[in-house]
């Protein structure tokens, strides 16, 4: 409109130009037809000739104007519809996050009618329909937003895995992730997705195949993946106690050792499963290196439980650990249990009631009682036992 105004007064001050110089030098403008002659003062003519040009002008506009207000009349309509699209679009926003589920599916849907950005409107409204537990509306809705846009069908596959964990059904959600695998590494939204499928499948043997894969990730907290790493590792372990599950439980030492060492907790579950495998020896060599330089009164306990091939040799090692810790109850038992292995019986004695008179525990009694009865000690072995007993009921 300014640029029309523009035009217009440019060609009016040169009409004034052009006037202002006809009326300084005046003369005629002469036309014939025929037998018809007509004359004006070029003033005039020039007058008639910007009046003619004026009135052509005008009516081209109005022409124009006409034929094209169908379609101005149609952008119009698009235009209130695209902004009630927004509008709608908004209001649905708003009711997401007030938790008004239904009028937000509503809203949101209506606003995907008219907007270039229909695939957004029916990815919120799956959320919503996710959050009300209607999942089939969920799905038919990203079914929908993959159709308007399917150069990101694959994101729709990740944000449709999201849903099926937290609807509680981790194999449809791996299905839709398995074509993001090779993401793992540099995904961490997608790595996590992984992560927590395997959780709730407690399929450990999958998540510590990807681990490496995660540990390439620059985006996981070193805390996280360091978590994710005991969580697996506890889920193998438990699986090996299953008797129906043979795996070895030494290839789990030597995959994960690091994480195992670094928790006391993991520590002796692995040396309780080596005892449970048979595997003594390995059991020994591992509790012996770690309490050299990290003490830990559970895995001395443990040690005394191994069944050693030379109890003579352990033995002289747990002598080495009472005098660096002759406070500690667990080693004056296992003291005991080495002796009693290596027929010392009045060593082994003598530990015990050590052990007791640091800390009565229901297990030394046991230990000492049985060997009262061994050394046909019969009136201590009672005594040893009743003592034992009352404590352990007490405990429970």
């Not at 695939?119 to 996710?130: D, V």
């Not at 499948?201 to 999958?206: E, F, G, S, T, V």
């Not at 040799?313 to 109850?329: F, G, M």
Request: charged share 25%; aromatic share 8%; hydrophobic share 40%.
């Amino acid at each position: 409109m300014l640029r029309t105004l523009l035009i217009f007064i440019f060609f009016l001050i040169v009409f004034a130009g052009i006037v202002l110089f006809l009326i300084q030098a005046p003369g005629y403008a002469s036309f014939n037809y025929g037998d018809l002659t007509i004359e004006l003062p070029l003033v005039k003519f020039a007058i008639a000739l910007f009046i003619v040009f004026v009135v052509f002008y005008l009516s081209l506009r109005v022409i124009s104007q006409l034929f094209s207000a169908p379609k101005r009349i149609q952008v119009a309509a698009l235009h209130r519809k695209q902004h009630k699209a927004i509008r709608d679009t908004k209001e649905g926003l708003t009711k997401f996050i007030l938790g008004d589920w239904e009028q937000s599916e509503k809203l949101l849907l209506r606003g995907a009618d008219n907007t270039d950005t229909a695939c957004i409107n029916y990815i919120w409204a799956a959320r919503a329909a996710h959050q009300a537990g209607e999942y089939e509306t969920r799905d038919h809705y990203l079914g929908m937003a993959k159709k308007c846009t399917p150069e990101v069908h694959s994101a729709l596959s990740v944000l449709q895995a999201e849903h099926l964990l937290d609807q509680g059904l981790p194999e449809r959600a791996v299905a839709c992730l398995n074509q993001q695998s090779n993401e793992i590494r540099s995904n961490s939204k997608i790595a996590n997705l992984f992560v927590n499928a395997y959780v709730q499948l407690n399929d450990w043997k999958k998540l510590s195949e990807i681990i490496p894969n995660l540990k390439k990730n620059k985006g996981l907290n070193k805390q996280v993946l360091t978590e994710i790493q005991k969580k697996t590792v506890r889920g193998l372990l438990r699986n090996c106690k299953d008797k129906r599950n043979s795996e070895n439980v030494e290839n789990i030492g030597s995959q994960f050792k690091d994480v195992i060492l670094a928790d006391s907790e993991l520590t002796v579950t692995y040396i309780e499963l080596l005892r449970a495998q048979g595997k003594h020896q390995t059991a020994e060599a591992l509790i012996a290196n770690t309490l050299d330089s990290n003490w830990n009164t559970e895995l001395v306990h443990q040690y005394g439980l191994l069944q050693l091939d030379d109890p003579n040799h352990a033995l002289s090692k747990a002598e080495q650990w009472a005098q660096q810790h002759d406070d500690d109850a667990n080693v004056f038992l296992t003291l005991g249990r080495l002796c009693k292995r290596a027929q010392l019986w009045g060593k082994a004695k003598s530990y015990f009631e050590s052990s007791l008179s640091r800390k009565p525990l229901p297990e030394t009694y046991a230990e000492l009682a049985a060997l009262h009865e061994h050394l046909d000690e019969l009136d201590d072995a009672h005594r040893c036992a009743k003592k034992g007993l009352k404590l352990a009921t007490q405990t429970v």
